[in-house]
């Protein structure tokens, strides 16, 4: 199979488009037959990076290419990035402010979500630069 490549823009700061990206991949993959648990793990994965690039990155862009057995899913951000990795994916760290936390979100799963779901993440991020996440998921 052609690698079919799908781009997102995802809006910083808008919780109200958070999840776009990741449910227009979804419904692409079950168009192209995708298997259901690779899916689900996809979906997962992209949903927790559109919020971190919400909540921290200041928006950013996703890309996924999918070439019938694998996925790869890069998100890029602008934002503050990260200044301690290790913290970041430690479940339950968060700097999410109070009124993000006020409305349900910023509770530190994100990452150790992704990383949960993905079969490799590599996670790169400099202070006052942006953060990249790179996953790759084998169905």
């Given at each position: 199979m052609e690698?079919?490549?799908?781009?997102?823009?995802?809006?910083?700061d808008n919780f109200v488009s958070a999840g776009e990206a990741s449910t227009d991949m979804k419904r692409s993959?079950?168009?192209?037959?995708?298997?259901?648990?690779?899916?689900?793990?996809?979906?997962?994965?992209?949903y927790e990076g559109e919020i971190?690039?919400?909540?921290?990155?200041?928006?950013g862009e996703a890309?996924?290419?999918?070439?019938?057995?694998?996925?790869d899913i890069l998100?890029?951000?602008h934002g503050k990035g990260i200044p301690n990795i290790e913290d970041a994916m430690r479940e339950g760290f968060s700097t999410a402010t109070q009124e993000v936390r006020?409305?349900?979100?910023?509770?530190?799963?994100?990452?150790?979500?992704?990383?949960?779901?993905?079969?490799?993440l590599i996670?790169?991020?400099?202070?006052?630069?942006?953060?990249?996440?790179k996953m790759r998921l084998v169905g």
């Open positions: 690698p079919i490549v799908l781009r997102y823009t995802v809006d910083g993959l079950k168009r192209l037959g995708a298997d259901a648990e690779l899916i689900r793990r996809a979906a997962i994965c992209m971190n690039m919400v909540i921290h990155g200041g928006g890309v996924v290419t999918f070439d019938g057995s694998a996925l998100l890029v951000d006020d409305i349900g979100f910023g509770a530190g799963m994100g990452l150790p979500n992704m990383k949960r779901y993905a079969d490799e996670l790169e991020s400099e202070v006052g630069v942006g953060t990249t996440v």
